[in-house]
């Protein structure tokens, strides 16, 4: 068995690079020509949720098979169904920009997922109490709330930047609170259960630990969360692809297409898969390096640096130009605060750690 030492420090900068890769995983779509978004959204997910997860355990974990024969099934079994309600919650998102914007889409359910997500695995497993007597623990949580209140302060900036630019060009969209709210609330809930599905795998990664798979030993898991998203990806995407008779475009260019257009889609999709996946790999090396004193921040640390890492992305190719003040405050008052976050929840997991011997 490899032992894995704890670093707090250095856990935090991977959930920092997969974040990243969260923030700029919908990029490539912004170049694809005359491909529906069922089909597009198809192979992505294929990439992502299916043929990545696959790839990366044969690669990092030692005697898979073994391990696979040695796991019990009820944890596969449960791990699968937690990762299809999150791909339902994925695709609520997705139909959330739609009503209310992206911003306060994200404000809502991101920061709902941040909250669930962290705080009902331990309470589940009733260490609530344990974990407020460690050492650090007033810095983790406070981090958790500074999180939240970040991502709230992001998601107003965010509505008012979407309030300024409709001003601007005179429209309003398809603005409607109520579809949008109740979409997100969704999002918020279910997508919080990716960190349920991960947390119910735990025996299966313990296993993968045993036979020498060491800081990769969480890619285990994706095997069964992320396949079962890709189900409800796959089912959603067939089920619009025979709605607007879109088969035809995986494999000939639409109408007013080319050849060589098809192939950059393809391209872009398997990118923003790749992408995507890269979130969940880095996850994993910043939850194992994190430590176990609290573990369960992880999923805290991973949203608050998508948060900012979106907004910071967005500032740099200047999507806020044009708007008003109390807008640029807002946003920067986000930052500020998620930065605060994120500190403080570094300092925790570092003051949590059991003393070097």
Known sequence: ??????????GVTWHGVGAFFAANCYAPQKYLKRWSWEIFWMVQAAWCWLLWPVIGALLTIPDLGRVLAEAPKDRMLWSFLLGIAYGVGGTAFNLSIRYIGFALTYSIAVGLSSVLGTLVPPLVRGQFGDLFAKAGSGWVFGGVAAGAIGIALCGMAGHLKEGDLRARAGTTGGFSMVKGLLLSLLAGVLSAVYGFALEVAVPIVDIAEKHGAGYWKGNVAYLFANTGAFVTALLYSLYLARKNRSFGELVRPAEGGSRSGLALNYVLAIATGSLWYGQFFFYNLGHVHLGKAFSFSSWAIHMIL???FSNLV??????WRGCRGRTWLAVGAGVCV???AVLSLTYGNYLGQPPTP
């Open 306 to 308: 998508l948060v900012l």
């Open 1 to 10: 068995m490899i032992p894995v030492t704890p670093q707090p420090l250095l």
């Open 338 to 340: 998620l930065c605060t």
């Open 314 to 319: 967005a500032l740099g190719f200047r999507e």
